[in-house]
């Protein structure tokens, strides 16, 4: 069973940047995709995007362009750097290893979850 530890959130300006990681222990990513959801108050949880073992990543629309996922499985750390952050962004943020190679959008496919990480976005 893997272990997942998010860390980086915190409270940010609107247009600022923040820098989320998502480090695993127990076991490694493997080849299986890693992803990152958000939820905010009173909201289901919702994909924000994911990552394939050799880099290859898909985005939900709200966040395209503005974040970027990236995967070190040397350190068994994910990385999701998100940049133009918008009050809207304010959410707990977690990370999660899937349970297939390809990348996915759905809750259901990821088995592993960490405990999240608070962003906050002031405007």
């Known amino acids: 069973q893997v272990q997942l530890v998010e860390s980086g959130g915190g409270l940010v300006q609107a247009g600022g940047s923040l820098r989320l990681s998502c480090a695993a222990s127990?076991?490694?990513?493997?080849?299986?995709?890693t992803a990152w959801f958000r939820q905010a108050p009173g909201k289901e949880r919702e994909f924000v995007g994911a990552?394939?073992?050799?880099?290859?990543?898909i985005y939900a629309d709200s966040v395209k362009g503005r974040f970027s996922i990236s995967r070190d499985n040397a350190k068994n750390t994910m990385y999701l750097q998100m940049n133009s952050l918008k009050p809207e962004d304010t959410a707990v943020y977690y990370c999660?290893?899937?349970?297939?190679?390809?990348?996915?959008?759905?809750?259901?496919?990821?088995?592993?979850w960490g405990q999240g990480t608070q962003v906050t976005v002031s405007s």
């Open positions: 999660a290893v899937g349970q297939y190679i390809r990348p996915t959008l759905g809750v259901r496919d990821y088995g592993s």
């Open positions: 990552i394939r073992w050799n880099g290859l990543t």
């Open positions: 127990g076991r490694t990513f493997g080849a299986v995709a």
